[in-house]
């Protein structure tokens, strides 16, 4: 149950620092509309863009209904992001859940009071942009599908079942 209970803590932070953040571009940095840009850093800058789609722009909100739809969509997989991260045991998975449960809360609440995601983080080397302009809940969405898929693809069955067991791999081995 800690693990669970620090999943929800990780994912409250992940939503705060969202929330923090996009309430900073948009009030004391001053980037209050479309295309108002901060430069920082040769390869970063603040560059206010509104999302009225998903991931990548995709499924784009242009109507009321489409908006809504939207938020109920992500909400109903927020709610089952957090079922599966209650039924989670081991801390990976959780943790994975959790920064995904963060960001989308986080970009849930975007659209629901704005009709749009506030995105702002503009990583490029000279024009060339590797990703499309983020925000704290889209990189901690991505981390955690990011870590999700590994420990699916790159844990063995048998270090799970020994971790369910409270037994490390090597341990087991050398009993069998």
């Known amino acids: 149950m800690r693990n669970r209970l620090t999943g929800v803590a990780i994912a409250f932070a992940i939503y705060a620092a969202d929330q923090i953040t996009k309430w900073w571009v948009d009030g004391p940095l001053g980037l209050k509309v479309p295309g108002d840009k901060l430069d920082l850093l040769p390869f970063f800058d603040f560059y206010r863009v509104h999302n009225y789609g998903v991931s990548l722009g995709l499924f784009e909100a242009t109507s009321p209904e489409t908006r809504w739809a939207l938020v109920g969509v992500t909400g109903l997989i927020a709610l089952l992001v957090t079922v599966w991260m ?34 702002f983080a503009d990583f490029h080397i000279g024009e060339f942009r590797p990703f499309l302009i983020f925000n704290i809940a889209d990189a901690a969405i991505t981390i955690g599908v990011v870590i999700i898929l590994a420990r699916a693809f790159f844990m063995r069955d048998k270090d799970v079942d020994d971790m369910m067991d409270g037994k490390p791999a090597d341990a087991a081995e050398s009993n069998t």
């Open 86 to 119: 209650f039924r989670e045991k081991l801390f990976g998975d959780i943790l994975g859940l959790s920064l995904i449960l963060g960001g989308a809360l986080g970009n849930i609440k975007d659209r629901y009071e704005l009709g749009y995601v506030l995105d």
